[in-house]
């Protein structure tokens, strides 16, 4: 594609982005969970929305749920142990209840309207006052000072195939053109098996150095992913971040799973 061609592209995708968004809010549309009517763009009721299995109540650098802790709590037990390569994670909501078959639509049946209903809550939480990631572009916000980068967790090469697209290249994508981030790549250095089945120490271990970043990295980077189980995933793109010259890495998912579940 040439220069003009590619600027024709990009005008095209401005214009559809801006028209797809326009027509949400113009027309009725409704909730993702129980379909009630809603206006306004937004793809859930109140109601629904209040109800969501939010993860408030979680560690602070890995957010594992932590049922009965203050919010914003202290390192668990596990980070104390061990930290993780990311400086802190924000994750919020956890992977139960709705959250569990909205993402199965999304991963595994590539439903669009799951996708973006997943991205829009995710990239609605970023922009609000628990997310750590305000206080990471205020800290990022000098006009001299690079815009952090988001870097999302590579696919396997042959589950990609089998599922027809790249689900977290997906909502990299979109959620860097909510929050206006550029993105940047990593790439495996290895195909990697699944991680069902596995505990936390032989996760860390199928997945250590798994991952490259090529290109050099701004000061702050983002690494997301769509599910964060125990963090062993995030944890190997970060350490391959901060090789790449990143300083200082958040972990971003949609939803977190409890430690019971692993």
Known sequence: MDLIGARIWRRARWLSLRLGDGLRRALPGYCAFCLTPVRG?????????????????????C????????VNAVECGRCLKRLPAFDTAFVPLR?????????????FSADPRAGEVLMSLLATACRG??????????????????RPAIVGVPGQRERTR?????????????LSERLALPVHSATRQRETPTQR?????????NVGGAFLVQERLPPV?????DVMTTGATLDSLAQACHAA????VVALACARTPSGRI
Not at 44 to 55: I, K, V
């Open 221 to 225: 980077v983002i690494v997301l992913d």
């Open 129 to 146: 006052e628990m997310s750590p990631l305000s206080e990471t572009w205020r800290q990022a916000g000098a006009v001299s000072a690079p």
């Open 41 to 61: 763009g937004e793809a859930w009721c109140t109601a629904c929305y209040r109800e969501l299995p939010w993860n408030s109540r979680a560690c602070r650098r």
């Open 162 to 174: 089998e599922r027809g697209f790249d689900h977290v290249a997906w909502l990299a994508r979109r």
């Open 63 to 70: 957010a594992e749920p932590l049922p009965g802790s203050p």
């Open 197 to 205: 089945g596995l505990d936390r120490r032989a996760r860390r271990r």
């Open 95 to 107: 992977y139960e209840s709705h959250l569990t078959s909205l993402v199965h639509r999304f991963k």
């Open 245 to 248: 010259g990143a300083e200082r």
